[in-house]
T-cell receptor, first 116, second 113 residues
Framework: KAGVTQTPRYLIKTRGQQVTLSCSPI?????VSWYQQTPGQGLQFLFE???????NKGNFPGRFSGRQFSNSRSEMNVSTLELGDSALYLC???????????????FGPGTRLLVL | AQKVTQAQTEISVVEKEDVTLDCVYE???????LFWYKQPPSGELVFLIR??????QNEISGRYSWNFQKSTSSFNFTITASQVVDSAVYFC??????????FGQGTRLTINP
């Protein structure tokens, strides 16, 4: 079974631009979560989607948004990029709520975003 | 609020030594889940183990073993006979119910040949 895939793997943008990152979950998984990893703040939760609905949201400004499609694929968007948005963005998938053991999150390889 | 503390920032050992990574968590929940993930230089977080709060049975899987002690809120991870390929950053994480994962700051483990 294929793992979680994320595209693109690397991205360079300039301040003020916007960016869209994509995540395809493991086949059969309906929940997708996004995390930001920086050297200073570590791994921080952005949001989680299940069945096209945002189920949980972390403490990030409104410039960070996401969505999930009917095939469970998810995108996250960051508008008006700032230098501090440079990070590794990780996507994780799980089967979804109420599925016990399957709530374990499996991560993709991440997208490294550099904002200049 | 949940909190996960990995007091060891970096550990360096010589190959074949045993090494234990410490994890202490804080929670008010009675039902929760604990995880260990490994992050090699490629960046992907690799799932290692999950433990439920109601399952204190410790486990050994090959060279890896885990010690979950609810009384001390600890969930430690031991690698026996370490190998260079074990070099990575290891994260301990906590999850309450269907909520988000809360990660510790990670422990960078270096295994020297």
């Amino acid at each position: 079974k294929a793992g979680v895939t994320q595209t693109p793997r690397y991205l360079i943008k300039t301040r003020g631009q916007q960016v869209t990152l994509s995540c395809s979950p493991i086949s059969g998984h309906r929940s997708v979560s996004w995390y930001q990893q920086t050297p200073g703040q570590g791994l921080q939760f952005l949001f989680e989607y299940f069945s096209e609905t945002q189920r949980n949201k972390g403490n990030f400004p409104g410039r960070f948004s996401g969505r999930q499609f009917s095939n469970s694929r998810s995108e996250m968007n960051v508008s008006t990029l700032e230098l501090g948005d440079s990070a590794l963005y990780l996507c994780a998938s799980s089967t979804g709520p109420g599925t016990g053991r399957s709530e374990t999150q499996y991560f993709g390889p991440g997208t490294r975003l550099l904002v200049l | 609020a949940q909190k996960v503390t990995q007091a060891q920032t970096e550990i360096s050992v010589v190959e074949k030594e045993d090494v234990t990574l410490d994890c202490v968590y804080e929670t008010r929940d009675t039902t929760y889940y604990l995880f260990w993930y490994k992050q090699p230089p490629s960046g992907e977080l690799v799932f290692l183990i999950r433990r439920n709060s109601f399952d204190e049975q410790n486990e050994i899987s090959g060279r890896y073993s885990w010690n979950f002690q609810k009384s001390t809120s600890s969930f430690n991870f031991t690698i026996t006979a370490s190998q260079v390929v074990d070099s990575a950053v290891y994260f301990c994480a906590h999850r309450r119910g269907a909520q988000k994962l809360v990660f510790g700051q990670g422990t960078r483990l270096t295994i020297n040949p």
